[in-house]
């Protein structure tokens, strides 16, 4: 579609830019860090961009060579199973780290691709691992990003009705947004039906459906993409058992 | 309701000026043949992606006709072979498997309207055949909730055809009258007695249309008030949901057929303007309520309903009651709409069958919408269909502030608020029931397109009037 968000166009100052001016580094790996050790690593930090739509930042079995921080746009990771379907496994958002899968056995487990025109930061996985070790607080960093993709997986494969996957999805959706300084209510879906149901382990149309049913409880209200969150507190109740995370 | 117009023929003539119909923004001479199939398959497949996919509205061209109209400017081919319609339809069954693959099928069609030409130039086997594909290939609906359309030549449908359309599934018909006057109707090749069209229409009720429409035409040669006001009492008495009055457009340098019709046959002017007050009198006072343009509809039906309730649209058909449709166009000259990409075939039918043969959509042309694009389109939509445009809201709903973005056309709208066309107050533009009439000439004060290319208008377009 067309109407897919513009990229903003990477200037010399944006590829200059270090961690410690990024408006993201709160969300992402240098979150708690000392300012001095936060000058270590974005010494190892590579910017890269822009990343194209349909564009794939690696697939599985590619040698882990760098960890990826989203800078700017959408991400899916996903996997093909045996049978060569499809198995979206998330959606990445600004601030996030991408490929942490694979750090053992050192290869990449799934694929990840970009849902529209994006950029990230490479992270030299040795050269990461090595400053690990002398900064304590860039491990926990990394466990805390770990177990939050652990505790999505595991919501994910939980006992959950379709509208409580559903909400919590918007809700998860909501909470990041709203922790990048955006609107929490305004949602502008990057990813297709399909990849969403994919995701929650629904079928296509249920999830247009709970939108659907939502939208004439008032809950939201769906302009194509464009997802108006209207009954917060309704739709955390039945998110709430289901938050993917944060 | 019953909203009146007051009737000021000086002021109307002023803004006799030719001009688009606005059936779509922008319009039609705007596309590009630089948009093709590569677009159409990215809209579309963007289209299916949405949380909750539009419900889709199919409109399908049949061009035949068995002889001219000399007034039509239509896209259509005059035959009396019977075997044009069947190959014509062997290739639209592969435009339909094109087209199916590319929607998702949980995506209900909630509109469908065949247009013509002649639909009912078909048999009823062959609709019936086109039924079927249409609805083996996509997901038609058989609730009341479906709007289903055709348009109808009186002359070719009996009370056996009747039944038969029904019996696909069509629920509303729209019925070609233009003028009950013999007269009128031999300078213009189209002779269908009055007797014969009333029995179509109490006929159609019978069978269970839902709703009936019936075009008139104003400002055909040979017409008079008396004859034309005959025509419109007649009607009336027949009591129809809908009645389109349509001016008639004398370009018969655009329109071949058009030179049949004799110049000292034609309408002078202000004969076309007193036709013209007539039938927004009498359909008034006869408690159709006017929609917009040539447009009136009965109180309780649902383009009044939708008038009065703001979700009144304008599409490629006129006016309509359902916003929020992905427009799928089958056939040669038809235009498409999915998202934000419109879409048009072929407009010959050698071009459009040549595509086929290959195995590819018969795209001619089409245009992406850009935001100002969308932002003019909905400033002329609330215009045309709501009759007020909320300077406000529509500011809030774009991120902008709409005298500013807009001061030179709040500027050109001044001398239309001192023939009282508009309102203008702090913050809202009120169409007055005048302006309704001539909206055409203050959307197109907001048409950028058509800002850019002075004159191109008198070229491309219909009077107003």
């Given at each position: 579609m067309s109407g897919t968000a513009t990229p903003s166009p990477l200037n010399l100052y944006q590829l200059r830019r270090s961690c410690s001016s990024c408006s993201l580094s709160e969300l992402c790996?240098?979150?708690?860090?000392a300012a001095g050790d936060i000058q270590r690593l974005e010494d190892l930090v590579a910017p890269r961009g822009p990343v194209n739509e349909g564009e794939h930042l690696f697939r599985i079995?590619?040698?882990?060579r760098v960890l990826y921080a989203v800078r700017g746009g959408y991400f899916k990771s996903y996997m093909v199973e045996a049978n060569g379907r499809e198995q979206v496994l998330g959606f990445h958002l600004p601030g996030e780290l991408i490929g942490l899968d694979a750090i053992w056995p050192e290869k990449h487990q799934c694929n990840a691709v970009a849902l529209n025109t994006a950029s990230v930061c490479e992270l030299p996985y040795g050269q990461l691992t090595d400053l690990g070790r002398q900064v304590p607080g860039l491990q926990h960093s990394m466990l805390r990003l770990l177990s939050k993709e652990l505790a999505i997986s595991h919501a994910l494969a939980g006992d959950f009705s379709a509208e409580d996957r559903v909400a919590g999805f918007l809700m998860s959706l909501s909470s990041r947004m709203k922790a990048r300084?955006?609107?929490?209510?305004q949602l502008t879906l990057a990813m297709s039906r399909r990849d969403i149901a994919n995701y929650l382990r629904l079928a296509t149309e249920t999830v247009s459906r709970v939108f659907s049913r939502f939208e004439e409880d008032g809950l939201v209200s769906v302009d194509r993409r464009e997802v108006l969150l209207r009954d917060v507190e309704r739709l955390n109740k039945l998110g709430h058992c289901f938050s993917a995370g944060g | 309701m019953v909203v009146g117009v007051r009737f000021e023929a000086a002021v109307v003539r002023r803004y006799d000026v030719p001009g688009p119909r606005y059936t779509s923004y922008p319009t039609a001479p705007q596309f590009s043949e630089a948009v093709g199939e590569g677009d159409y398959l990215k809209a579309a497949r963007a289209s299916n992606d949405d949380p909750i996919p539009r419900p889709l509205s199919i409109y399908v061209h049949v061009p035949f006709c068995a002889a001219p109209c000399f007034y039509c400017g239509c896209t259509r081919i005059i035959t009396r072979d019977r075997t044009a319609g069947t190959r014509y339809l062997n290739r639209l069954q592969r435009e339909i498997e094109l087209q199916a693959r590319l929607f998702d099928r949980d995506r209900s069609v909630d509109q469908l309207h065949f247009g013509g030409g002649t639909p009912t130039f078909l048999s009823d086997a062959e609709l019936a055949d086109l039924m079927r594909f249409i609805d083996h290939s996509f997901s038609l609906r058989d609730d009341a909730l479906r709007e289903y359309s055709i348009e109808v030549d009186p002359r070719t449908v009996d009370d056996a055809r009747l039944a038969a359309i029904a019996g696909l599934g069509f629920n509303r018909i729209s019925l070609g009258v233009q003028d009950f006057d013999p007269d009128v109707q031999k300078a213009v090749n189209r002779i269908q007695p009055q007797e014969d069209v009333l029995a179509v229409m109490s006929g159609a009720r019978r069978h269970g249309f839902r709703s009936v429409s019936v075009d008139l035409i104003y400002g055909l040669p040979r017409q008079t008030e008396a004859g034309f006001a005959r025509t419109l009492e007649q009607v009336i008495a027949a009591r129809p949901d809908r009645v389109a009055a349509y001016s008639y457009a004398h370009l018969p340098q655009t329109f071949k057929?058009?030179?049949?019709?004799?110049t000292e046959d034609l309408c002078p002017p202000e004969v076309k303007l007193a036709l013209l007050g007539i039938t927004v009198e009498k359909l008034t006072a006869a408690g159709y309520v006017y929609i917009g343009m040539d447009h009136f509809a009965l109180p309780d039906d649902e383009l009044s309903i939708a008038l009065a309730d703001g979700s009144l649209q304008r599409n490629f058909q006129g006016y309509s009651t359902r916003a929020g449709l992905d427009l799928i166009g089958l056939g040669m000259s038809a235009i498409g709409q999915v998202g934000p990409l419109y879409i048009q075939n072929h407009r010959l039918l050698d071009d459009w069958a040549a595509a086929l043969d290959v195995g590819r959509l018969p795209i001619w042309r089409g245009l992406w919408l850009t935001r100002e694009d969308r932002i003019r389109r909905a400033v002329i939509r609330e215009l045309m269909c709501r009759g007020e445009l909320d300077l406000h809201k529509l500011g809030e709903r774009f991120g902008l502030d709409f005298s500013s973005h807009f001061a030179a056309e709040l500027e050109s709208l001044a001398p239309l608020a001192e023939d009282g066309l508009v309102e203008i107050e702090p913050g809202r533009i009120r169409v007055t029931p005048l302006g309704r009439l001539l909206v055409r000439a203050i959307a197109m004060r907001f048409d950028a397109h058509l800002n850019q290319e002075p004159g191109a208008g008198a070229r491309r377009f219909s009077r107003i009037v």
């Open positions: 790996l240098p979150m708690g860090l079995g590619d040698p882990l300084g955006h609107s929490e209510t | 057929a058009q030179t049949q019709i004799k």
